[in-house]
T-cell receptor, first 114, second 116 residues
């Protein structure tokens, strides 16, 4: 596609529920990143994929968070037993190179846990 | 790990004036410094970037300067327009030779308001 697509754009869920957030990167981009942005803050790194593998998941806050990219394209961020503190905008970005330069962000999924 | 500090947190200017936003970073291994503009409800959009092998880069009304010795870099916007109003983020990462990927550490953001 023309850009990075994230669905849904908004998600409201109850505390304790499971959610999945989807990212469709730009076609051909091998690098894919997930970031989390809390209100009034800069994005914080969660996980980086190069192809199908998670090259760095050091930003995932705990074992309730998990992400996959089984075919090296679409990625899903999964959050189990959601907590109110998980409320944030989850951003996905994709890039063609191995550096951070020029990678493109999607518009994000705004997750609200009530 | 890397820590990026950004100032000011808010900046208000009159149309036509210049705006300057400054960032400092902690990890001397960082070598890639992008700036992003984020409008309400949208993801960050790359507006300009600089690598550690250059000291300054310009693109029309936007310029970025880098001082590696002092570990700080700045965004300069000249002839500001109301449509420049947005949140601006600086970021830093370590490219090839270090961890060789684009994990970015972001500053806290600057809310720029340009008054007509």
């Amino acid at each position: 596609g023309a850009g990075v697509s994230q669905t849904p754009s908004n998600k409201v869920t109850e505390k304790g529920k499971y959610v999945e957030l989807r990212c469709d990167p730009i076609s051909g981009h091998t690098a894919l990143y997930w970031y989390r942005q809390s209100l009034g803050q800069g994005p914080e790194f969660l996980i980086y994929f190069q192809g199908t593998g998670a090259a760095d998941d050091s930003g995932l806050p705990n074992d309730r968070f998990f992400a996959v990219r089984p075919e090296g394209s679409v990625s899903t961020l999964k959050i189990q037993r959601t907590e109110r503190g998980d409320s944030a905008v989850y951003l996905c970005a994709s890039g063609a190179g191995r550096w951070g330069d020029g990678y493109t962000f999607g518009s994000g999924t705004r997750l609200t846990v009530v | 790990g890397e820590n990026v500090e950004q100032h000011p947190s808010t900046l208000s200017v009159q149309e036509g004036d210049s705006a300057v936003i400054k960032c400092t970073y902690s990890d001397s291994a960082s070598n890639y410094f992008p700036w992003y503009k984020q409008e309400l409800g949208k993801g960050p959009q790359l507006i300009i970037d600089i690598r550690s092998n250059v000291g300054e880069k310009k693109d029309q009304r936007i310029a970025v300067t880098l001082n590696k010795t002092a570990k700080h870099f700045s965004l300069h916007i000249t002839e500001t327009q109301p449509e420049d109003s947005a949140v601006y983020f600086c970021a830093a990462s370590i490219g090839a030779g270090g961890t060789s990927y684009g994990k970015l550490t972001f500053g806290q953001g600057t809310i720029l308001t340009v008054h007509p």
